[in-house]
């Protein structure tokens, strides 16, 4: 999968590949992460790429010509990709998005600086607004990098073990269970037996009692849109009679 990334700071954001999973990734040609800078279309000798807001207030936005010039150089380079701009007030990113932007072959992310870009550029060329979450941040950068960290995870062969992917947590709507590896009694605190019983019916059973125990104490939210199978009802029947208790 190709990622264009229109940024001020291609330099950053091309390091994502260069450490873990993406970087092994990139090297087999998995995926890859190219930035187009609007400093690059600049033409006054500052080399300006931030422009004055109509109606005045605080900041800047990124300048029209420059940023869509940007936009035009990963569209040719990245041709069939739709363009998400990272936004606050975009849809929020979640599992359910990532899984369906990880069927594009190529996508183009632009990453707003300052307090973002012209609306009339978002009308002509964005096809999805994406929100990490209810903050601001200093650019767009940051949510670019997560989105293209998250999506290309679901892309086949990226992660090592593909069952690692689909087990992850959010891929199966509900949070982690808790997990445990070497010494056996850590401080006198010892691994559940259950996970060191080598019975791997019981394991799998006990890993979604936790995952829906802790969804239920953390974020009950997570059970308004969900419907339950019957196993998963019943661990929940289980768990609150404990607590009633
Ligand atoms: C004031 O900044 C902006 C204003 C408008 C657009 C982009 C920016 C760049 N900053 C961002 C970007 C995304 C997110 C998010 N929540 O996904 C947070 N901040």
Redesign the pocket.
């Known amino acids: 999968m190709r990622f264009g990334v229109v940024t001020l700071f291609p330099e950053w954001v091309e390091q994502l590949t260069s450490v873990g999973v993406l970087e092994r990734a990139s090297q087999n040609g998995l995926i890859s992460v190219t930035g187009f800078n609007p400093r690059d279309h600049a033409t006054d000798n500052h080399r300006s790429v931030d422009d004055r807001p109509f109606g005045g207030g605080p900041?800047m936005l990124m300048q029209v010509d420059t940023t869509e010039a940007a936009i035009i150089k990963a569209r040719e380079a990245l041709p069939n990709a739709p363009v998400v701009?990272?936004?606050?007030?975009?849809r929020a990113?979640n599992q359910p998005l990532v899984q369906e932007l990880a069927r594009l072959p190529e996508l183009i992310l632009l990453?707003?600086?300052?307090?973002?870009?012209d609306e009339r550029l978002v009308d002509e060329h964005v096809d999805l607004e994406?929100?990490?979450?209810?903050?601001?941040?200093?650019?767009?950068?940051?949510?670019a990098m997560v989105l293209i960290d998250a999506v290309s995870r679901m892309v086949p062969g990226v992660l090592g073990d593909q069952a690692s992917a689909e087990q992850d947590s959010f891929a199966a709507h509900w949070l982690d269970c808790p997990h445990f590896t070497r010494p056996v009694d850590y401080r006198g605190n010892t691994v559940p037996e259950v996970l060191r019983s080598g019975h791997h019916g019981r394991i799998e059973a006990w890993r979604l009692q936790q995952s829906l125990e802790r969804s239920w104490d953390r974020r009950p939210d997570l059970f308004e849109r969900k419907r339950l199978t019957t196993t998963e009802l019943s661990m929940i029947n289980e768990h609150l009679s404990t607590l009633e208790k």
């Open positions: 900041g701009y990272l936004s606050p007030q975009g990113l990453a707003g600086r300052y307090e973002g870009i994406v929100s990490l979450g209810d903050y601001v941040l200093s650019g767009g950068e940051l949510g």
